[in-house]
């Protein structure tokens, strides 16, 4: 059985920072692409970056471009997201997804919220 559990969410002040993990177990985790995506309330879930399987490409949404770093460790099967100068329109449910061909996973994901 698949499962991908985020967490390191939480509230933080704008301009903050948080990091982000996500733990996968019950896949062959070194050939998954590994990415994150978020979901504002009342808005549509949104992607924010992705990490290839080996670790060395990485893509990322412009609205976080520079802001945050995804990374992975293949060995402890877990991804990251580091995200630092947090605003306000930050502020979202983050889930990580797991994708190899037609095999998609989701976490069940992490609230972020940034706020004053």
């Known amino acids: 059985q698949v499962q991908l559990v985020e967490s390191g969410g939480g509230l933080v002040q704008p301009g903050g920072s948080l990091r982000l993990s996500c733990a996968a177990s019950g896949l062959t985790f070194n050939t998954y692409g590994m990415g994150w995506f978020r979901q504002a309330p009342g808005k549509e879930r949104e992607f924010v970056g992705t990490i290839n399987w080996r670790g060395v490409s990485t893509i990322y949404a412009d609205s976080v471009k520079g802001r945050f770093t995804i990374s992975r460790d293949n060995a402890k099967k877990m991804v990251y997201l580091q995200m630092n100068s947090l605003k306000p329109e930050d502020t979202a449910v983050y889930y990580c997804?797991?994708?190899?061909?037609?095999?998609?996973?989701w976490g069940q994901g992490t609230q972020v919220t940034v706020s004053s």
């Open positions: 997804k797991a994708t190899w061909g037609t095999s998609v996973y």
